[in-house]
């Protein structure tokens, strides 16, 4: 999870208090989600892939889910340095060697993608809403040139269906805009699956998760 704003100085601040030991960070919001997100994977996703995650955060989401499938080989990646290292540190704890150490990848910069190789899974948590609409198209067209045929690009986090969400979704919403114009709740028919459409995806599953949140998968042609 890439819960992070940079403040005037230009050092990143975050949306949460972490603890840490030895340099593993350890997120509330990961705490509180992962439990889940393991559990709808298997309802969701193949149990063995090639996965990419973008915006990784700490690095627990992909611990997690590679402690839980041992079929899965992950590759974190994160802009944010601090970020890497504690996912560098998560790579150094896990008893295997399918959590890898962590890319600097920036879904908003141009052709992120071009060093990498194919992959069967791309997944994307708590991000696209706390980063601008760039890092949404960025993410889609990665996923268009990385993954094969039939494979998923998988989102979790709060969204919008047609303008419509929880309450508290929309007040997340608004709290997330008062910081940065550019971030927000993103909506899945009205923003998600028109950028599908044009990187030659199209959604396949929704779930809805604890805490009005949702998992949002989408398969390449």
């Not at 990784?56 to 802009?79: C, F, K």
């Not at 052709?111 to 991000?127: F, H």
């Not at 039939?150 to 910081?179: C, E, I, M, V, W």
């Not at 949140?213 to 989408?218: A, E, L, R, W």
Request: aromatic content about 8%.
């Amino acid at each position: 999870m890439n819960d992070h704003q940079k403040g005037a100085d230009g050092k990143e601040i975050a949306l949460e208090a972490r603890a840490e030991k030895a340099a593993r960070l350890f997120s509330p919001s990961a705490a509180r989600n992962s439990h889940a997100i393991v559990a709808a994977w298997q309802d969701l996703m193949p149990s063995s892939a090639t996965v990419l995650e973008l915006g990784s955060g700490t690095g627990e989401h992909g611990v997690a889910l590679t402690n839980a499938y041992d079929g899965l080989t992950w590759q974190p990646s994160d802009p944010d340095q601090a970020s890497r290292h504690s996912i560098s540190a998560w790579a150094a704890y896990t008893d295997h060697k399918r959590f890898a150490a962590p890319l600097a990848l920036n879904a908003c910069d141009p052709a992120w993608w071009s060093p990498l190789s194919s992959k069967d899974i791309i997944v994307s948590i708590n991000m696209i809403h706390i980063a601008p609409f760039a890092a949404a198209q960025g993410l889609f067209e990665g996923a268009s040139a990385l993954l094969r045929s039939k494979g998923h690009l998988f989102l979790y986090g709060p969204f919008k269906r047609h303008g419509k969400t929880a309450d508290s979704n929309l007040a997340f919403d608004q709290s997330l805009k008062s910081r940065d114009e550019s971030w927000g709740v993103r909506d899945i028919d009205l923003e998600l699956i028109p950028l599908a459409a044009q990187n030659g995806l199209k959604l396949q599953s929704t779930k809805e998760m604890p805490a009005n949140n949702m998992c949002v998968v989408f398969e390449k042609d």
